[in-house]
């Protein structure tokens, strides 16, 4: 499968962003699919997932603030960013694998197919 990320952009404190992430492959809903994140000289941290039973997970830092959710028809996973922080600013990933069970979803590494990324920037 190819992932395509957008949607990042340049918000003030307390804005919103709505990333994309359209994937090829006609079985897009049998994978699990991950947001992460990446700053300046930190390592990329897990951010949100969605798995193909279509439960979700978030890291602490964004719950009640990010959504993700899926349209198996589009194949497309959103995350949608609302009250963001500086701290939020990072190239964001998305990423998917049809085989990660639960204990490794917000582990990089499990997945095999990744976007390209794009930059959320929070201006204080």
């Known amino acids: 499968v190819q992932l395509q990320a957008s949607g990042g952009g340049l918000v003030q404190t307390g804005g919103s962003l709505r990333l994309s992430c359209a994937a090829s492959g006609r079985t897009f809903s049998s994978y699990n699919i991950g947001w992460f994140r990446q700053a300046p000289g930190k390592e990329r941290e897990f951010v949100a997932a969605s798995r193909r039973g279509g439960f979700t997970y978030y890291t602490d830092s964004v719950k009640g603030r990010f959504t993700i959710s899926r349209d198996n028809a589009k194949n497309t996973v959103y995350l949608q960013m609302n009250s963001l922080k500086p701290e939020d600013t990072a190239v964001y990933y998305c990423?998917?694998?049809?085989?990660?069970?639960?204990?490794?979803?917000?582990?990089?590494?499990?997945?095999?197919?990744w976007g390209q990324g794009t930059q959320v920037t929070v201006s204080s």
């Open positions: 990423a998917a694998d049809p085989n990660i069970i639960l204990s490794a979803l917000r582990l990089p590494s499990q997945y095999d197919y």
